[in-house]
């Protein structure tokens, strides 16, 4: 019977920091990462709804709530998300249909993406506040 402890093999160590990832692995994380936040804010997207739509008293309600910074904030947060999903899913869809799958046109559409929503999240934004 071999001896399993004198040759333990050490843990092998993968270095999965998002810093080391290009900037279409960024785009992907954050495809599914604002996914995710769709999902969750939408149970709360819809409870807020129904409670405006329920009558005058819940409209006023919801108009206080929407008037404190942290729920602005989670708003604006909830827009990027939103507006993120949907530049990266049609970045997806051109890439499904071989469209920008060159590494130089795969990184400049990544690129796009990231500035698209942001800048359309900050054009949003900036009428909230």
């Not at 005058?56 to 404190?68: C, D, I, P, S, T």
């Not at 909830?78 to 999903?85: G, M, V």
């Not at 590494?103 to 999240?121: M, P």
Request: hydrophobic letters at 55%; aromatic letters at 10%; one cysteine or more.
């Amino acid at each position: 019977m071999p001896d399993l402890t004198a040759k333990k093999k050490r843990p092998v160590w993968y270095n999965l920091s998002p810093l080391n990832l290009p900037v279409p692995g960024l785009v992907s994380i954050f495809h599914r990462v604002s996914g995710i936040l769709l999902f969750l804010g939408l149970f709360e997207s819809l409870l807020l709804l129904d409670l405006s739509l329920a009558s005058e008293r819940g409209f006023a309600q919801v108009g206080e709530w929407l008037r404190y910074p942290l729920v602005k904030v989670l708003v604006i947060s909830s827009i990027w998300a939103l507006l993120h999903h949907m530049c990266a899913g049609i970045r997806h869809l051109f890439l499904d249909v071989d469209v920008g799958t060159s590494l130089h046109a795969a990184r400049r559409s990544a690129f796009a993406v990231f500035i698209a929503s942001l800048a359309l999240t900050a054009s949003i934004a900036v009428r909230i506040w």
